[in-house]
């Protein structure tokens, strides 16, 4: 493994103990979400499982379903959004491929949503904490920027991988630097006192 793989690692150890630990993000139950990423990668880092694709689109189906409460749970958006994600879930599955350019649209789509949902909310509903305080900002923030990343590292993997190997290995390591960058965002609000 590569020092970007084990920052990597480290960091999402960080996120998973500081979701159980902080008040506000144990409350929020943000627990759920980090470790089953943690447990997840764990699994895959260090004992090079079988079933790599299963193992990620499965907890992060359930990592989803969690977000979407915890973004919309005020409003009675989650539960059709939920809907919505759990057809194009089951259809995925049906379909035998996971992976494929309709589940990476949909979780591109769904973070998109979940993420700009927030930012709306907030512009809309201002209050007097600043938005740097606030924990779903950071979450937000980071989900918004991993999303765009994903979108460019997934979609070159349908259309570029045999034609340019090098370039797909370029946007492939920019890729796991912005996931890294995503979680110290997500340990930033992890560590905040306000929702």
């Known amino acids: 493994m590569e020092i970007i793989d084990w920052t990597y690692i480290i960091i999402i150890s960080l996120c998973a103990i500081a979701s159980l630990v902080m008040p506000i993000a144990r409350r929020e139950k943000l627990w759920v979400y980090f470790v089953v990423v943690w447990i997840a990668e764990i699994y895959v880092f260090f004992f090079q499982a079988r079933y790599v ?51 990476n649209i949909s979780l591109i789509l769904l973070y998109l949503i979940l993420a700009f949902h927030y930012f709306i909310t907030q512009i809309l509903t201002p209050n007097e904490i600043p ?28 259309y570029l991988s045999n034609a340019d190997l090098v370039f797909m290995k370029l946007v492939n390591n920019i890729f796991h630097y912005v996931t890294v960058f995503s979680y110290l965002l997500f340990l930033i609000g992890l560590n905040c006192k306000n929702p």
């Open 53 to 103: 694709f299963e193992i990620y689109f499965y907890s992060v189906m359930l990592c989803n379903f969690y977000l979407i409460y915890y973004f919309l749970k005020k409003t009675q958006l989650w539960i059709y959004l939920l809907i919505v994600y759990a057809v194009v879930s089951v259809f995925v599955i049906m379909k035998g491929k996971l992976y494929n350019e309709i589940d």
């Open 131 to 158: 938005i740097q305080k606030k924990q779903k900002f950071w979450i937000a923030t980071g989900l918004f920027i991993w999303s765009i990343a994903y979108a460019f590292n997934a979609f070159p993997l349908y």
